[in-house]
């Protein structure tokens, strides 16, 4: 693990909070099963922590409404004097019906946030829990299966595979999740007409704009019905309009149900979140819900 300092009582005491009442960590969180639960003055580090990881593996998810929940969660790169802390103790929840916007300076944790939420990228430490699953310790198999089915991803570069057409770059998480392929074209071509790409299906990623490449991206994140969307930038390449039109299907995705992370740079866009949040060096420095959102980005949407 790494050399993260033990966070206080006190910043505990504020994560416990966050974890919202059926998460906090009890000292006694199975009655049937805790044998050595510790008396609250004396918590250590070890034993909240694991009652945290209980609860969260325990939680099924029509107790909570957290879709996604990051508990202390760092990541560093390299070791030694070259070690970057790209994320520091991040808290985190996003709950079914959900937009939360991710603002902050290239090189703030972004999309390390983003790969670590999505099962892409490891903690170093801290907790990830998707649906009331803990990612940590689960085998690499069930976390891609878990990725194929539950999690949209739009990377900031696209990452479309340029030997497939468009629909096929769509409809290719759900071939590989077994969906037959009738299945799964009926829903590649929904997508893609969700984002005005009707008549695009069969052209490859070469022969299409940024902005097109872009919406096939957007497209294949939200097919098939995910609970979890992750988007980096996804308006980056697109036009005013388009991105507009963008940031309006997300925000029906989600309001039918989903969760979504939406890291962005353009105000006018955080403003279709419900919350946004402020990375600086890796640490949630501010976080504004959508009243506050609303007057701080007046006029911006
Ligand atoms: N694979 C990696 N190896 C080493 N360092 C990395 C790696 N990925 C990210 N970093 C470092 O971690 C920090 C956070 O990077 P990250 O890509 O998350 O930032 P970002 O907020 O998404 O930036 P941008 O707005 O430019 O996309 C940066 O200092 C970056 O150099
Ligand atoms: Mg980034």
Known sequence: MSGE???SRSRRAEADADLGPQYRRSPNPDPDQATSAPET?????EAIDAAAREASRRAPAARDDAVLRLVAVSRQYGEGATV???????DLDVARGELVAVMGASGSGKSTLLSIAGGLTEATSGQVVIDGELLQGMPQK?????RRRSLGFVFQDFNLIPT???????????ELDGFSRRVARRAGREALASVGLDAKHDAFPDDLSGGQQQRVAIARAVVGGRRLILADEPTGALDSVTGEAVMRMLRSRIDEGAAGILVTHEARH???ADRIVFLRDGRIIDETRREGAESLLAGAR
Not at 84 to 90: F, P, Q, T, Y
Not at 166 to 173: C, K, R, W
């Open 270 to 272: 955080a403003a279709w």
């Open 5 to 7: 300092p033990r966070r």
């Open 84 to 90: 970057v802390s790209a994320l520091r103790g991040i």
């Open 41 to 45: 003055a004396g918590f250590t580090t």
């Open 142 to 146: 069930q976390i891609a299966q878990l």
């Open 164 to 174: 497939l057409t468009a629909i096929e770059n769509v409809t290719l998480p759900l």
